[in-house]
Nanobody, 126 residues
Framework: QVQLVESGGGLVQPGVSLRLSCVAS????????MAWFRQTPGKEREYVGG????????YYADSVKGRFTVSRDNAANTLFLQMNSLKPEDTAVYYC???????????????????WGQGTQVTVSS
């Protein structure tokens, strides 16, 4: 049974950094497509960044390029999202997602992922 457990969210001021973690069980992070999505009330789930199945490609939404970095610790089977220079518009529930069959051209599509974490709230406010 696959489980993805996110942690690291919280309430922070604009400009600071935060790191989210996603611990996976039941699948191997290094052999799966892994991604972070985020969602605010009334809006669709938005792709933030992630790895292709091979790990050879990383992708980021334009809104976070240069500020957010996705990484993974294969030994710990964990995905991370380092978020720097946070802005109020980054406020959302952040979800970890995984899939073992997804193709590269579909990485940004939420419906293509089979497995999801429960989400962690990130609030950026002064």
């Amino acid at each position: 049974q696959v489980q993805l457990v996110e942690s690291g969210g919280g309430l922070v001021q604009p400009g600071v950094s935060l790191r989210l973690s996603c611990v996976a069980s039941g699948l191997t992070v290094s052999r799966s497509a892994m991604a972070w999505f985020r969602q605010t009330p009334g809006k669709e789930r938005e792709y933030v960044g992630g790895f292709s199945r091979s790990g050879g490609y990383t992708y980021y939404a334009d809104s976070v390029k240069g500020r957010f970095t996705v990484s993974r610790d294969n030994a710990a089977n964990t995905l991370f999202l380092q978020m720097n220079s946070l802005k109020p518009e980054d406020t959302a529930v952040y979800y970890c997602a995984a899939d073992q069959r997804i193709i590269t051209s579909s990485l940004r599509i939420p419906a293509q992922y089979d497995y999801w974490g429960q989400g962690t709230q990130v609030t950026v406010s002064s």
